[in-house]
């Protein structure tokens, strides 16, 4: 009960702290954001919350079934001296809330120390993520996470686990009270139900000898014993294992998201916004502050200015125009790659691209067509289930492209010439955002890039600042642009970074939820199974009374060791496999990804269970062999 109230303290800390940083930035309500901010910071919240509250109810529920299997005898006599079902009943459920009375404030104190401690360390991320902003973006920019929880965060916290409590108690509680005096005195409801079910196994007598037999036969007739701490043992390797694909998935997206370049890059880019046009009644992309080639070139003549370099510019406009085109002109791959290949003309999105006159000049005698010809890149990249294909997108007999635009005017622009894949330059590699991509010799794009290799980085950056606050001046010192346009300089890798470094973040929060989480599990495992032990406790006296020696005994008790950490370990890894696979179908619809089988988050989960599994029974059995055969034996009876 502390255990999961400290962790459904420390969620809300987070969700309360996150609000905190956004509130400060952003300032009340999230400004235009709203809806965004509050859905990212909403759905880890329930969805951590609802883990909790389903690990949480297992977990307790475990217990208090375990403690009510302690006292049958106990409910037998209360109710041979007149005790109701609904006394019984009642009596687990009052236990409950006064265990609540104890556990949950120490549970909340609990919850703010993981939660300030939690937060503490996303701090230190969240650090290295301001200094890197502040590298690529001209202005000052400062994300700050500080600890906070309100009032209502403490209520809604307690009110959960109250009810988590409350609720797992509940239907231990109802089969106690509906179990007979009789049965429950004499402790025989379980066997009795469970003889007809029993059978010999061959294959154990032969390998595992009568030893194998007793442990196979003790499991089968006690299943509600042993199903608990199978239970418990599976969702932690389930956790373990989806944990694993996690980060395994999260390095696979780091990779994808790697430029593979270390230019320095002065980047333009102008605001949206968008409305439907009232004519046409289609979504319209409205660009605040375009930016013309010619005067991107004006600027990057500006740079080259600054001593013997290359620089190279590339803008593109990829939300104005459309294409209604006869699927005629798609290659075979091309159509397969598009959902709405059965109709006779497919709508596609277009890329409007320019370049700097000398990269234009280069590109056309590259595709052997005078200056001033439209040029199209003839490839197509698309992630298909995981795995990046490359296909030719159009056939050499398309001639010209109607373009149009969300308002219903059209332009027509000849298909001069095509480049492959393979002639393309590695800058223009990674601009793949729509299937048809045209470079002209002229236009007013959206964003504009301009790309540098100089020897001193950190003198060219201070250079390309001091050019950009000339060409595009801030005019006001607000941490949100409210100007219609952001301007930053940095290498290509640094976004990569960031977002990166919010990655790690994410991983550093799940593994602390998911160790915790495991933590309430190996709660329940050593609840269980001490308790199991001990209730058994007359049953092993037994044993030994009529010449079972210890070697024979350690053995048994090895052998049922071995088949409920087998049998728990053949559902944790088929269903946590089946999880890991979800995550990775998941990922694989949004980026580059494989699934990888998870084999050392299995072998560790394997060595956990066994070793978990194995102490715990050693100290529990210790514990009984301390004790007078003859005296256990008689105790039962009374």
């Given amino acids: 009960i502390v255990l999961s109230t400290a962790l459904t303290t420390a969620v809300f800390c987070f969700a309360t702290s996150a609000n905190g ?12 954001y709203s809806g965004t901010y509050t859905t990212l910071l909403l759905i880890p919240a329930v969805f951590f919350s609802g883990l909790i509250f389903i690990m949480s109810v297992t977990v307790i529920s475990n217990v208090f079934q375990a403690s009510a299997n302690q006292r049958m005898n106990e409910f037998g006599i209360l109710k041979c001296v007149g005790g109701t079902t609904k006394q019984i009943k009642e009596t687990v459920i009052y236990e409950s809330i006064w265990l609540s009375i104890i556990g949950i404030p120490l549970g909340l104190v609990c919850g703010l120390g993981i939660g300030y401690a939690g937060v503490q360390v996303t701090s230190l991320f969240i650090d290295d993520m301001n200094e890197l902003q502040q590298s690529i973006v001209m202005r000052p920019i400062s994300i700050e996470l500080s600890f906070a929880i309100t009032p209502m965060a403490l209520i809604v916290s307690v009110v959960i686990s109250f009810f988590t409590v409350v609720y797992s108690a509940y239907k231990p509680a109802k089969k106690a009270g509906k179990v007979t005096a009789l049965s429950c005195i004499r402790g025989i409801e379980d066997i009795e139900k469970s003889d007809m079910e029993v059978r010999s196994k ?26 608990p701490t199978i239970k418990a043992l599976s969702l932690g390797m389930i956790l373990m294992l989806c944990t694993g694909s996690l980060v395994l998935q999260a390095g696979q997206l780091m990779e994808f998201m790697d430029p593979g370049m270390d230019d320095i890059i002065l980047d333009y880019c102008s605001n949206r916004t968008y409305k439907i046009n009232a004519v046409t009644g289609r979504n319209e992309a409205i660009i605040e502050k375009p ?44 159509q397969d790659a598009i959902a709405e290949c059965e109709k006779s003309e497919i709508e596609l999105a277009v890329d409007i691209m320019v370049v700097d006159p000398i990269s234009y000049e280069k590109l056309c005698q590259e595709a052997d067509v005078p200056t001033g010809s439209t040029i199209l890149l003839n490839y197509y990249k698309y992630n298909d289930n995981g795995k990046m294909k490359h296909v030719v997108a159009f056939s050499d007999t398309l001639a010209e492209i109607d373009l149009q635009k969300a308002n219903g005017d059209k332009t027509t622009v000849s298909v001069d010439a095509f480049l492959q894949e393979s002639q393309v330059p590695e800058y223009l590699i990674g601009l793949n955002e729509n299937p048809i991509r045209l470079i002209v010799p002229e236009a007013e794009v959206r964003w504009y890039d301009w790309y540098c290799k100089p020897e001193d980085e950190q003198a060219y950056i201070q250079y390309a600042e001091s050019v950009g606050e000339e060409f595009f001046p801030i005019e006001t010192n607000d941490s949100y642009v409210k100007e219609g346009f952001t301007i930053r300089v940095s290498k290509a890798d640094t976004i990569v970074r960031v977002l990166n470094i919010a990655i790690v973040i994410a991983e550093v929060i799940i593994y602390g939820f998911v160790g915790i989480l495991l933590l309430i599990g190996l709660v329940s495992v050593i609840s269980t199974l001490s ?33 409920y950490s087998s049998k728990s370990l053949c559902y944790g890894i088929v269903l946590g496999l089946i999880g890991s696979y979800i995550i990775h179908l998941a990922f694989s619809k949004t980026t580059e990804s494989s699934f990888t089988f998870p084999l050392t988050a299995i072998c560790i989960s394997i060595i956990f269970v066994f070793i978990i599994v194995y102490i715990i029974m050693k100290y529990s059995i210790n514990k009984i062999n301390k004790q007078n055969t003859i005296e256990t034996i008689r105790n039962e009876n009374i």
């Fill in 21 to 32: 940083m956004l509130v400060s930035f952003f300032g009340g309500g999230y400004g235009e």
């Fill in 291 to 334: 930016i013309q080639s010619q005067d991107a070139e004006v600027v990057r003549q500006r740079l080259l200015e600054y001593g013997d370099i290359e620089v190279i510019g590339v803008g593109c406009d990829n939300e104005t125009y459309h294409v209604n085109m006869d699927r005629k002109y798609l290659t075979a791959q091309m």
């Fill in 531 to 563: 308790t199991n032990v001990m209730m058994r406790a007359r049953e092993f006296a037994i044993l030994k009374s009529v010449g079972m020696t210890e070697k024979e005994f350690n053995r048994m008790i090895n052998l049922e060791t071995l088949f």
């Fill in 202 to 227: 061959k294959w154990i007598q032969k390998y595992f000898g009568f030893e194998g037999v007793l442990a196979d036969r003790n499991m089968t007739r006690s299943k509600s014993s042993f199903r």
